[in-house]
Antibody, heavy 117, light 108 residues
Framework: EVQLVESGGGLVQPGGSLRLSCAASGFTVSSNHMSWVRQAPGKGLEWVSL???????YYADSVKGRFTISRDNSKNTLYLQMNSLRTEDTALYYCARVGDWMGFDYWGQGTLVTVSS | SSELTQDPAVSVALGQTVRITCQGD??????ASWYQQKPGQAPVLVIY???NRPSGIPDRFSGSSSGNTASLTITGAQAEDEADYYCNSRDSSGDHLVFGGGTKLTVL
């Protein structure tokens, strides 16, 4: 059974950093495309970042230069390092597996990031 | 701003058919995927590719595409279909992914 479990969210001050983790089971992270998607309170879904199985990475303009997506093959875990956080980064962050058609077939339950002073 | 445009809200009578649309230039080149999200829950994939349903998704859900518009059709809407629906695809550059703004479906 495919499962994605996010962790690492919390309250952080503007300008601070957090690292989100997404532990996967039932499939191999490094053999799949993986992504982070966020949802601000009461708002829609926003794509954040993508890592292809081959290792290429892509970012939304809103986070480029501040966020870094990576994976640890030995731990079968996806990460999102978030630096220089802004209040507008406050959201529920989901990790999701990405199919070859560039849609998201499995989602975690999300981890909440709150950026506030 | 999103490169994919959806109507903010749509309503349908119980048992009737409803179409939810998603417009964007990138849809001329790429298929859309569709997600259902109920309050407090993670999104669930309901349609992907040309018109494919993941295992467990009822066959009343179907997808289609024409020009710059992708559509999700629910034939015989049920009360449990009341939810927010999002489309996603690649953006015009092909390197990034993008979501539509979402459509809130109300089943009357």
């Amino acid at each position: 059974e495919v499962q994605l479990v996010e962790s690492g969210g919390g309250l952080v001050q503007p300008g601070g950093s957090l690292r989100l983790s997404c532990a996967a089971s039932g499939f191999t992270v490094s053999s799949n495309h993986m992504s982070w998607v966020r949802q601000a309170p009461g708002k829609g879904l926003e794509w954040v970042s993508l890592i292809y199985s081959g290792g290429n990475t892509y970012y939304a303009d809103s986070v480029k230069g501040r966020f870094t997506i990576s994976r640890d093959n030995s731990k079968n875990t996806l990460y999102l390092q978030m630096n220089s956080l802004r209040t507008e980064d406050t959201a529920l962050y989901y990790c999701a597996r990405v199919g070859d058609w560039m849609g998201f077939d499995y989602w975690g339950q999300g981890t909440l990031v709150t950026v506030s002073s | 701003s999103s490169e994919l445009t959806q109507d903010p809200a749509v309503s349908v009578a119980l048992g009737q058919t409803v179409r939810i649309t998603c417009q964007g230039d990138s849809l001329r080149s790429y298929y859309a995927s569709w997600y259902q999200q109920k309050p407090g829950q993670a999104p669930v994939l309901v349609i992907y590719g040309q018109n494919n349903r993941p295992s467990g998704i009822p066959d009343r859900f179907s997808g289609s595409s024409s020009g710059n518009t992708a559509s999700l059709t629910i034939t015989g809407a049920q009360a449990e279909d009341e939810a927010d629906y999002y489309c996603n695809s690649r953006d015009s550059s092909g390197d990034h992914l993008v979501f539509g703004g979402g459509t809130k479906l109300t089943v009357l």
